[in-house]
């Protein structure tokens, strides 16, 4: 799992590659098979030849990183002076420090991870819970595993299982526009989360039936809860005030 968490976060540009390998050597290698230790130490020694040969570079993604970053710094120096705001920029700020790989440089080491038999050994032996627990460590990311409806709603079942409501509503956010969300609003439906059932309606609600949600919320015959959906997915701009 090791391996797989790490390539997952360089492909997700939360590492760059000094951090994967300082990451990669404090792998506690006893866990490991002799062969499997030796494809680790290679894998380390690869990317360091890599590193050694080839050339950061700005790319696109990290150019609009950083305007975004520039952006929100530039918004908040402008706000009122509190220490929330001051405390946000001083992250802002160590946010905009960090160097990320990019270019070719970021595109050589991904593609050998990506690549490598023993990451995608341990990818192929991930469990259904692991695989939730993967994807569901960042609200959001710009290149989530790839999945069929199948094995999302395999994910779902487990966050469903173990009443895990924020690693259903962060599966949602990551593949908003790819997948269908039914199982996930029916649970909450189901166990009268307003919550829940509202910040999907706002996050993911152009992907939503909403009108058909809606038919089921009404169906419960709670009131109590029907009108608490309605009153917070309007004030949140979810919900239509016609509704």
Excluded at 71 to 91: A, S, V, Y
Excluded at 152 to 164: H, K, P, T
Excluded at 191 to 204: P, Q, T, W
């Amino acid at each position: 799992m090791n391996l797989v968490n790490l390539w997952y976060k360089y492909r997700n540009r939360f590492l760059n590659s000094n951090e994967l390998l300082e990451q990669l050597e404090m792998i506690d290698l006893s866990a490991y098979k002799k062969s499997e230790i030796y494809e680790i130490k290679k894998l380390v020694e690869d990317i360091k030849f890599i590193k050694e040969t080839t050339e950061n570079e700005l790319d696109e993604i990290e150019v609009e990183r950083l305007k975004k970053l520039d952006c929100m710094i530039k918004t908040f120096e402008e706000g009122t002076n509190d220490t929330k705001i001051e405390k946000l920029l001083e992250e802002l700020y160590r946010e905009k420090k960090k160097v990320k790989d990019g270019g070719k440089l970021y595109e050589t080491v991904l593609s050998l991870l990506s690549h490598h038999t023993l990451v995608n050994q341990y990818v192929e032996k991930m469990t259904a819970k692991e695989t939730l627990e993967l994807i569901t460590q960042y609200i959001d990311v710009p290149y989530p595993l790839k999945l069929t409806q199948d094995t999302f709603n395999d994910l779902v079942q487990v966050g469903v299982d173990e009443d895990n409501r924020e690693a259903l509503w962060r599966l949602a956010v990551h593949y908003q526009g790819s997948m269908d969300f039914t199982l996930i609003e029916d649970y909450f439906i189901e166990k009268r989360d307003v919550y829940y059932l509202v910040e999907l309606i706002c996050s993911v609600g152009e992907y939503l039936d909403k009108e058909k949600l809606l038919e089921k919320v009404k169906a419960t015959k709670d009131t109590t809860f029907i009108a608490s959906v309605l009153e917070k997915g309007k004030e949140y701009g979810a919900i239509a005030d016609e509704v």
